[in-house]
């Protein structure tokens, strides 16, 4: 037998905020909404699925230093040239985290700088 990773959890200042971005970047919908400011968002079918949800976990201070753990995305109906631009338009900003430009990744931040990559090979939608 297994495990398998059903929620990621983002610590970040404005839920409400990420939530919207990720959503528009995952096509993911709002889960659930806890009293204590926290978000859930997820695939259209729910927690359980292929895919995890992910919690945005109100937290008022940032966390001192570098993550280490951050979200690869690949595109899905597009080439990974119109997804930047689309990440871009979302409100993704371009991160340096020492690359040297010639990787075939784009790395990005949220809007609360939470780093992630865009990566090339397109996948199927689920």
Do not use: Y
Request: charged share 30%; aromatic share 4%.
């Amino acid at each position: 037998m297994a495990a398998r990773i059903s929620e990621l959890v983002l610590s970040c200042r404005e839920p409400e905020v990420l939530a919207r971005f990720w959503c528009e970047v995952l096509d993911f919908v709002v889960l659930d909404r806890e009293d204590d400011g926290s978000v859930e968002i997820g695939p259209r079918e729910g927690f359980g699925g292929a895919q995890p949800t992910i919690i945005l976990s109100r937290q008022d201070e940032p966390v001192k230093g570098t993550s280490r753990l951050h979200i690869d995305v690949n595109p899905t109906d597009r080439d990974q040239d119109a997804e930047l631009e689309r990440l871009l338009g979302l409100g993704a900003r371009p991160a340096d985290v020492g690359q040297t430009g010639d990787e075939p990744w784009h790395v990005l931040a949220d809007p609360e700088g939470n780093e992630f990559c865009l990566l090339k090979a397109r996948l199927n939608p689920l």
